[in-house]
């Protein structure tokens, strides 16, 4: 099905959107120029839907329980922030 992807859940599958193409970055290297290797661009686009779908759901946990939707969005920000490169160089 063109423009769908399902997603795992505990009891199966789930029929959910794909994230639309125009929303997913042009992955660049260190030099600014593209990443050409399919494979890379493959992996990076999947693993941000992922993370884009568990942020969307902690997100809605959050303000299910009452929480700040802003404060909530802060932290997440935060936290991407405090992320370690462990292959920099230093």
Do not use: H
Not at 42 to 48: D, G, S, Y
Not at 59 to 82: I, K, P
């Amino acid at each position: 099905m063109p423009g769908w992807r399902f997603r795992r859940r505990a009891g199966g599958l789930e029929l959910d959107e794909a994230v639309p193409e125009q929303d997913l970055p042009v992955w660049l290297d260190p030099a600014g120029k593209p990443v050409s290797c399919l494979d890379k661009i493959k992996v990076l686009n999947e693993n941000l839907e992922e993370i884009r779908e568990l942020a969307q759901e902690a997100l809605e946990d959050a303000v299910l329980m009452g929480c700040d939707e802003a404060q909530f969005r802060q932290v997440l920000r935060d936290f991407v922030a405090s992320l370690e490169n462990p292959y920099a160089k230093t």
